[in-house]
């Protein structure tokens, strides 16, 4: 079983920047993709970047060249650097792994909201 917790969010105002940390109870060797969704209210849960085991990553267009997803594998943990950040950007985030086994495990969540 994986645990990850989420930590970093907040409030922050138009252009400002924000790291996210998930942190996991378990090498990040042995999770395939590592992922931050967001959710804000009534919208869809949303993909926003990702990050495989070997480094790989990919971001949804809306937040290319604005947000970096990394890993540090001594800690165990992927953070999500969010620069530039809009209102729009406003949301819940959650972490989340996939293994190779083919479990999906889920964050508790981190409001980031972005003032106008």
């Known amino acids: 079983q994986v645990q990850l917790v989420e930590s970093g969010g907040g409030l922050v105002q138009a252009g400002g920047s924000l790291r996210l940390s998930c942190a996991a109870s378990?090498?990040?060797?042995?999770?395939?993709?590592m992922s931050w969704y967001r959710q804000a209210p009534g919208k869809q849960r949303e993909l926003v970047a990702l990050i495989t085991s070997r480094g790989s990553t990919n971001y949804a267009d809306s937040v290319k060249g604005r947000f970096t997803i990394s890993r540090d594998n001594t800690k165990n943990t992927v953070y999500l650097q969010m620069n530039s950040l809009k209102p729009e950007d406003t949301a819940v985030y959650y972490c989340n792994a996939n293994t190779w086994a083919g479990a999906t495990y889920w964050g508790q969540g981190t409001q980031v909201t972005v003032s106008s």
């Open positions: 378990t090498s990040i060797f042995s999770i395939n993709v």
